[in-house]
């Protein structure tokens, strides 16, 4: 989760949303990612789909059956979608998204039973930092656009 957090600080360096991914096969660090919507001008450009086209390349195949993603954020339905479809074995992800995350937060994909897989899910691992890391980056956005209205 180290690195994941230490890709969302790449991610925020740039202007992005922090959220970071790592994707681990065995012990082997296979993909690194963090957001990049922006930089791309790219919807689907998020940490994690960004990490599933790098591991994926990296493999060379399009499964990653014995991987296991790390993320700073829980996963919106298009990312758990993406996971679904590579087969990934594991998501571990840093702070709950009260708003669209869909491994337990607002819904849950993985209880569909029109899903052909299923990957185990742990959140909320170092889910404080990586929390702080995102209400952080939104409260100085923030702060910038009123500051850029007041003048």
Known sequence: ?????????LAEQIGEVPVGAVIVCGDEVVA?????????????AHAENLALAAAGENLNNYRLVDCDLYVTLEP?????????????KRVVFGAFD????VL?????????SYHNHQFTVVGGVLG???GLLLSDFFKQ???????????
């Open 104 to 112: 337990g937060s607002v819904d849950d994909l993985l209880t569909k």
């Open 1 to 9: 989760m180290r690195l994941a957090i230490e890709q969302a600080h």
């Open 128 to 130: 404080e930092e990586c």
């Open 141 to 151: 956005r923030r702060k910038a656009k009123k500051s850029k209205h007041c003048e």
């Open 76 to 88: 919106c339905t298009m990312c758990a979608g993406a996971l679904i479809h590579a087969r990934i």
């Open 98 to 101: 009260r708003k669209t995350g």
């Open 32 to 44: 690194v990612a963090h957001n990049q919507m922006i930089t791309q001008n790219n919807p689907t």
